[in-house]
């Protein structure tokens, strides 16, 4: 018996994903949300705990040094394919099953690996052909509406008893531990933001003070940015694992301590796809921020904004059409913000009433749903109390700067823009049976007024770095999840974009 074939047919069976979404892959990704939540494979939050990593979307050259930082991270046995939409996820993900399998394609795999870590070139490219780490590319779940039952990974696996995590690994109960940190901490090598973790205890129903934690779990791929993990600070000498040195520097306070220089994305789980924010950290305190330029080397499709892009175009598009689209986006930012915050329960029935909106479920059926999660998550106090203070943006600050929708009506903090979108989604789910035409320049697009010159989410990473600034690491992602900007929206050229 060949057990090494055996172990491998068992690894297949069931692997864990890492999903990784490029600049346009917003529909590739939706597709690959459900198919894995049907199949029940569990998803990776870091590349050391990913048997199988699934690219959502078109290749973007920009970001492919990122994208072979992350792959290089990953260890045996491993496979790579590519969905470049939404059609082509089943028969991608079969196929990745037969390559994870495969004794003969993982041999292949290992041998320019050793290779690599001989010749002491680990993160290049190592030109794999058939065998190796190139991409391979192809030509509902059941409803669940109890509260708290199931959970949810960062990208959409779920697990039918409830007993995962989001990043597939067991729960051990409030304030367990989870193989998730064990994967991360074996592969950083950095804990301090998990230790501060053990032992803190919430309600079972109640998320869990999750936004240090992922933090924590996930900085790793702040070394994953666009130059391939190199560091951004001023020298060029990096510590082992690839982070780079500390420099000295006088915080706001005027003491002097180490600055360092990372970079936030643009893989990162639950993040905007191809967004990087280049930040200067003291301590766990951000002190700079910045974005870089848009990955997107082409013009963009953006999914969420299409109703209104159609309807500028002069094609005949409904309000309740664009009610449904809006309704299904605003689930979809929310299902990040709930992930990041540690509430992976109702992450999943934030992303299932997504996916049931695009799948044109009716209205009578969707409301009972839609108002139970919003009284769900809407009185929650212990989200509440983990996120409110956390990115305050003023009305007033939000139209200087020319933010609308959600973000500008919401008027404050985190918990304000969360509560914005709940109230949003139940009215726009009222709306889906309107036959009206869609009028582009008075109905908000899901990001706000939509302007092809200046779209909406323009305005969003525009006030971002400076509500980055002064917040804690874990707070800065959750201050990224309350705005949720479409990097997609930044590349359109209305005259170029698809219909559809």
Known sequence: MDLTAVLLRAAAARPRVLLVTTPGGTAARLAAERELRMRDWPPASTPAGADLMVVAGPDCPLLRPALERLWQDMPGPRARVRATGADDVPSVLDAACARLGSPGRQRAEARPAAHEHLHGEPGQHSGRGAEGGEDVEAGHGGDDDEPGHGAHGAHGAHDEGGSRDEGGSRDDGPGGAREEDTDAHRHQGRDGDRAGRAGHEVPDDEPEHGGERRTGEESHDDHTGHEGGHGHGDGDMEMPGGLPMAESGEDRDGLTLDRLHVALGPFL??????????AVLQGDVVQEAGLDEPAADRPADPFWARPWLRAAAGEPVTRGEAARRRAAAHLDSLGRLLSVAGWPAEAVTARRLRDDL?????ARVLLPRVERHARRVGRSRTLYWL???VGPLSAADARAAGVSGPAARADGDVPARYRQWLTDVVHDVRQLDDTAPLDPARQESPRG????????SAALTGVLPGLLVGAELGAARLVVASLDPDPDELAVRPAEVARG
């Open 449 to 456: 007024r939509w302007d092809a010159e200046r779209p909406p």
């Open 358 to 362: 695009l799948a044109e479920a009716p």
């Open 269 to 278: 789980a639950d993040w905007p796809a191809g967004l990087t924010v280049r």
């Open 387 to 389: 996120t409110r203070g």
